[in-house]
């Protein structure tokens, strides 16, 4: 049975920075590429960011970059989201995802095959 289980998600205040973590198990987790996704109150889930199975290639979306970076420990199955410099407007649940897909990173929710149950991350202002 695949698990993917984020940790780290809390309250911090603007301009705080946070390190999410996404455990997984049951799947060989160095033959996935692996992504973050968000999703705020009353909005769709959104991309965030992927890493390519190996590590060697990295993506995220343009509302992030220069403050989160992605990183994965395939030795200890664990993919990693370094958040800087927090906005009240990077509030939302964080998901992590494993996808099939490693020609490419996607940024498509329909090429992840499996979902954690996300964590929550509040930003004061």
């Known amino acids: 049975q695949v698990r993917l289980v984020e940790s780290g998600g809390r309250l911090v205040q603007a301009g705080g920075s946070l390190r999410l973590s996404c455990a997984a198990s049951g799947l060989s987790f160095s033959s996935y590429n692996m992504g973050w996704f968000r999703q705020a109150p009353g909005k769709e889930r959104e991309f965030v960011a992927a890493?390519?199975?190996?590590?060697?290639?990295?993506g995220y979306a343009d509302s992030v970059k220069g403050r989160f970076t992605i990183s994965r420990d395939n030795a200890q199955n664990t993919m990693y989201l370094q958040i800087n410099s927090l906005k009240p407007e990077d509030t939302a649940i964080y998901y992590c995802?494993?996808?099939?897909?490693?020609?490419?990173?996607?940024?498509?929710?329909?090429?992840?095959?499996?979902w954690g149950q996300g964590t929550q991350v509040t930003v004061s202002s």
């Open positions: 890493i390519r199975w190996s590590g060697s290639g990295t």
């Open positions: 995802a494993a996808s099939r897909v490693r020609l490419i990173l996607s940024a498509r929710r329909d090429d992840y095959d499996y």
